[in-house]
Every structure is written in structure tokens, then in C-alpha cells.
């Protein structure tokens, strides 16, 4: 029973006023940030000219692991661990607010809207919930019944729906009648509205990993798929990029990168899209970017699906599993996007494992590349002439936007495949430790300020 799973403690009198914009740098409520996925937090007080005094204010310790990107919301910051408990902890003073255990793993990054905490779980359940900001109380649930186990994407809120995707539990990939899905539910009460099947064929598979980003002027959601399962030849909208209409889940377009099992084996989209404005051979486009695992960021129109053109990342055989954030610098309307990525051929006897790159789509080319020692699994943070990220080694680092150079470093125990939030005046990110299937020492939630 789901009341046999729920600890809640409440350790706070009361709350401010939900969806006040506090002082100091902003909200974080969502896994994207904002629709476009830009995760460019423009209001931050954490920037370029500080980043180099950030200081550990705080941890909250965790019983597991954390891979979801911290979220945070008039003065509390909100995680998830894969114990299956979700966190309300005050930003200032790190202090528990309220804990509730879901009975589950929760992999993704939670979401804030209409004063609710949604939580989509993760590698064995397919279900969401709402919980109220104030006290963790469970207000719904939704198990959605799909052919795949799990759900590894983050809930994104769009006109009072919940979108989110289905896929494998990334272990047994050979069963063909297992088939992805992108669902949208109701955000008032967790009802159905439609599902997408993103398998269409007797191949199976083709699972939706990475969160959608979204288009308010278009009406229109944008995703990637993952690999087929099977060998057979009938495999639609695996290896994909997809527009949806937001309201409806008919099809738009979609862009079709491998046709088969043969020939895409295991490099599909994990990551989520970035929808931004580029200037291409003298034409403006509205533009949807999307890294795959064979290293190659995929630029199209967003309006029609049209290839506009590919970038490789600049190592050898690098994929993208991380998320990009991209931001316009002054007076331009062209982008920079911040594209990590992890080696596959694992360099690491170099020193390096993992890129992270400012590529300049208009000029079809990268500014500068920062390597890391560990893989770049998780999603990278943008605030005023800086970009923030961690490596799965449990390095930090703040570099500029402009040069790559290194502003700050420091280290936490284990590693981050988590992303970076920066809010309120604060870097927090969590950390994850892959050899330890239970409880460790300084598991948790770290906490960031400047001096």
C-alpha cells in the first residue's frame, strides 16, 4: 500500500509563499529550466567574476545515490535519491524540511508547478506523482501501462500536461515487443490525455531516454529515440528525432538517423533536445539541436524537421549522453551551445575521459574544448559568462563561456552524473557512487556559495 511506503517527517512550521521569485539568482523548477532547454540561468548571482570563490555551504546526506538535477523553488530545494525518497530542504541552512519514500528507485529529476512536486521514478517503475510542495502528502499517482519497465526521462509541464517517456531498464534489449512511448498526463489529476508509440514495426524497442523540450509558438514537443531491439528490417522512429503537437500527440515530422539495428547498433539519442534561433548560409532558422552516441550534434528546422546540418564533437569517437545548454552572447542572435560528451575510447590513459565543447553552429565550428578525467554523463549549467559542470569522478568545475578557461575546481566523493542547478545564489548538484548498491558515507545533496 502506497500509505505503507510514505515516512513523512515534518521539520519546518511553514513555507513563504510558493511561485514568489526570491532574491539572488532565480528559480530552478524543472530538469530543462525553462522550454527551450537552454539551461542558461541568466538571473544568477553566481557568475563569471565569483565562480572562483565558490565554497561547500553545505551537504544534506542521502541513503543512495542521486542522478536527477537538484530543482529548487522559493528558498527550498527539492531531490530524489534512488532509495525512492524525495527531499525538501531549506537552500540557506540545508535544513529538512519534510522526506517521503516512494518504495522505488527514483532516477529523474523532479518537477515544480501548481504548488505540487511531480516525481517521475525510474529504472522499475513507470509511474508519476504529485506531492504537495508544503508537506510531501501524496495528492495522485499514475502507473502508466506500457510494454517497457522503466522511465528515465524528467517530467516537463506544458499547458497543464505532464509530459514524459518510457524505455528499457538498459540490461535485456532483445525483447521485440517491448515498444517506447511518450505519454502526457494531466497535471491536475494525473489522467490520461494521449500516448505516442515511438515504435512502429516488429523490431521493438526505440525507447525515449532523454526529457522533451518544447515550442510554445509551434504548439510542439521534440524528442529523440533510442535503438531497435531486434534485427528486423521493420523499424520506424528508432534513431529519431520527433515533433509532436503538444496538445493532441499527432505527428508533425520526424528525422530518421539509422533505419536498423544493423546499422545504428547502440548509437541512438539519450539526451534532450535545445531549440534555439541559428543563422545557416545566410538563412535564420528556428532550430532544434540534438547530440547522439555517435558524437554527432544534429541540427534541423523545427518547423518542418529539414536537416540543416551535423557537427561532430571534436574527439575520436565521442558520444553524447550529457545535455548541452547554449546561450546567445551580447548582441547577437546566434548561439553558443555547450555540448559533454564521454570518450569511448576511453583515453583515460591520457588524463581524459570526458570533452565538454562550445560549438558555434552559424560558423559550423568549436570555440574551445575543456577535457575532464571522468565521463560527462550528466547536464551542464550556464550562468553569466560561465559554464558549470561535474565529471564522474567527482570533479567540479566553473570555465568561461568565452575562452574554456578554468575558474574553478574542487572535488566531491564518488562521482556526478547528475546535472548542475544554480540557483537562489547557490551551486548544487548531487553526487553517485556505481560500485556501491546501498547505503555509503557522504551520499548526498552539495550546496555551493560564493565568498
Not at 530538469?31 to 532547454?37: K, S
Not at 518510457?166 to 515498444?179: K, L, V, Y
Not at 547557490?426 to 558515507?441: E, K, L, Q, R, T
Amino acid at each position: 500500500m502506497i500509505g505503507s511506503l510514505c515516512l513523512l517527517l515534518l521539520l519546518s512550521g511553514s513555507y513563504r509563499q510558493v511561485n514568489s521569485q526570491p532574491p539572488g539568482g532565480g528559480d530552478w523548477t524543472s530538469f530543462t529550466l525553462d522550454n527551450n532547454n537552454s539551461r542558461y540561468q541568466a538571473a544568477s548571482t553566481v557568475t563569471s567574476s565569483n565562480v572562483g570563490t565558490l565554497t561547500e555551504a553545505w551537504e544534506y546526506p542521502t541513503q543512495y545515490s542521486i542522478s536527477s538535477t537538484p530543482v529548487v523553488q522559493d528558498g527550498v530545494v527539492y531531490f530524489a535519491d534512488w532509495a525512492g525518497n524525495v527531499y525538501s530542504v531549506n537552500v540557506d541552512e540545508g535544513s529538512l524540511n519534510w522526506v517521503v519514500n516512494l518504495g522505488a528507485p527514483i532516477s529523474s529529476t523532479l518537477l515544480l508547478a501548481n504548488g505540487l512536486v511531480y516525481v517521475e521514478m525510474g529504472p522499475t517503475e513507470t509511474r508519476v506523482y504529485a506531492l504537495s510542495q508544503t508537506t510531501g502528502a501524496i495528492v495522485w499517482s499514475t502507473r502508466v501501462s506500457s510494454t517497457m519497465p522503466s522511465s528515465w526521462t524528467s517530467p516537463i509541464i506544458y499547458d497543464n500536461l505532464i509530459y514524459f517517456g518510457t524505455a528499457s531498464n538498459g540490461i535485456f534489449e532483445n525483447n521485440a515487443s517491448q515498444d517506447g512511448e511518450i505519454v502526457a498526463l494531466n497535471a491536475n489529476t494525473g489522467s490520461m490525455a494521449w500516448t505516442f508509440k515511438t515504435m512502429i514495426g516488429a523490431a521493438g524497442g526505440s525507447g525515449e531516454w532523454g526529457s522533451v523540450a518544447i515550442d510554445p509558438t509551434l504548439n510542439a514537443l521534440y524528442f529523440g529515440t533510442g535503438n531497435s531491439f531486434t534485427k528486423s528490417l521493420s523499424s520506424l522512429y528508432s534513431y529519431s528525432i520527433i515533433s509532436l503537437n503538444a496538445t493532441s500527440g499527432t505527428m508533425n515530422w520526424y528525422y530518421q538517423v539509422f533505419h536498423t539495428l544493423a546499422k545504428g547498433h547502440d548509437e541512438d539519442f539519450g539526451s534532450t533536445p535545445n531549440l534555439f534561433t541559428v543563422t545557416i548560409g545566410g538563412v535564420t532558422y528556428q532550430a532544434v539541436g540534438l547530440g547522439n552516441k555517435n558524437g554527432v550534434y544534429y541540427i534541423l528546422d523545427r518547423t518542418d524537421g529539414k536537416l540543416l546540418q551535423t557537427d561532430p564533437v571534436g574527439t575520436t569517437e565521442a558520444g553524447i549522453t550529457g545535455v548541452p545548454g547554449f546561450y546567445y552572447p551580447t548582441g547577437t542572435i546566434n548561439p553558443v551551445v555547450f555540448i559533454p560528451s564521454a570518450d569511448k575510447t576511453k583515453i583515460h590513459n591520457k588524463g581524459v575521459m570526458g570533452v565538454v565543447e562550445a560549438l558555434v553552429p552559424s560558423t559550423h565550428s568549436y570555440s574551445w574544448r575543456f577535457k575532464t578525467p571522468g565521463d560527462m554523463d550528466g547536464a551542464v549549467a550556464l550562468v553569466p559568462g560561465a559554464v558549470l559542470f561535474g565529471d564522474t569522478y567527482g570533479n567540479l568545475y566553473g570555465v568561461s563561456m568565452a575562452t574554456g578557461g578554468q575558474l574553478w575546481h574542487t572535488t566531491i566523493p564518488f562521482g556526478v552524473k547528475s546535472g548542475v542547478t544554480a540557483a537562489e545564489g547557490y551551486v548544487f548538484v548531487g553526487n553517485f557512487d556505481n560500485n556501491s548498491p546501498g547505503p555509503a558515507s557522504r551520499l548526498g545533496l552539495y550546496a555551493f556559495t560564493t565568498s
